[in-house]
Antibody, heavy 121, light 107 residues
């Protein structure tokens, strides 16, 4: 059974860089899936951040594109998120999730437990 | 940008039917999925490709999508179904969009 687990600092200073990793266990990251990051500010809804394929191909939410970088490490079976120049508005629970996408059909079928990241000095 | 709008809350008595709507321009021409999120937990996929249900999801959850509205229906609602529900669709310009979310209260 495939599982996802986020890890990373829970506190980041304003203007700093948020870095999170998502470990894939029970299966291979090279399994013809897209791997994504979704965040949820406290008390608010879900926001898609970006996706990465095991080949390294990425797509990012247009409004975050200038600050986001995603990467994949096949040897460690994990993928990562970097969000630079963070502000308090980036405080959220960050989820990694597995995405199925095919010709405009998509769904997120597996989610990590989430990692709360607070941006504060 | 493409937006998906949901009612903020829906209230239902135990055993009754809860109906949650998700509205977007020509949403029926897209594929919708639905997620259940209980407090402090991660979202869980309950409906994909408009009406399909993962094997572990109870049959009381069903979905449809037509025109500008996708609908999640919970038949015979149970207290354990109290949660936030989010719809999702893919759009060529906005990519992956989530709805505004609906809190289902089982009273």
């Amino acid at each position: 059974q495939v599982q996802l687990q986020e890890s990373g600092p829970g506190l980041v200073k304003p203007s700093g860089t948020l870095t999170l990793r998502c470990a894939v266990s029970g299966g291979s990251i090279s399994s013809s899936n897209w791997w994504t990051w979704v965040r949820q500010p406290p008390g608010k809804g879900l926001e898609w951040i970006g996706e990465i394929y095991d080949s390294g191909t990425t797509n990012y939410k247009p409004s975050l594109k200038s600050r986001v970088t995603m990467s994949v490490d096949k040897l460690k079976n994990q993928f990562s998120l970097k969000l630079k120049s963070v502000t308090a508005a980036d405080t959220a629970v960050y989820y990694c999730a597995r995405l199925f996408w095919s010709g405009q059909i998509s769904w997120f079928d597996l989610w990590g437990q989430g990692a709360l990241v607070t941006v504060s000095s | 940008s493409y937006d998906l709008t949901q009612p903020p809350s829906v209230s239902v008595s135990p055993g009754q039917t809860a109906t949650i709507t998700c509205t977007g321009d020509k949403l029926g021409e897209k594929s919708a999925s639905w997620y259940q999120q209980k407090p402090g937990q991660s979202p869980v996929l309950v409906i994909y490709q408009d009406y399909k249900r993962p094997s572990e999801i109870p049959e009381r959850f069903s979905g449809s999508n037509s025109g500008n509205t996708a609908t999640l229906t919970i038949s015979g609602t149970q207290p354990m179904d109290e949660a936030d529900y989010y719809c999702h669709a893919w759009d060529s310009s906005s990519l992956y969009i989530f709805g505004t979310g609906t809190k289902v209260n089982v009273l």
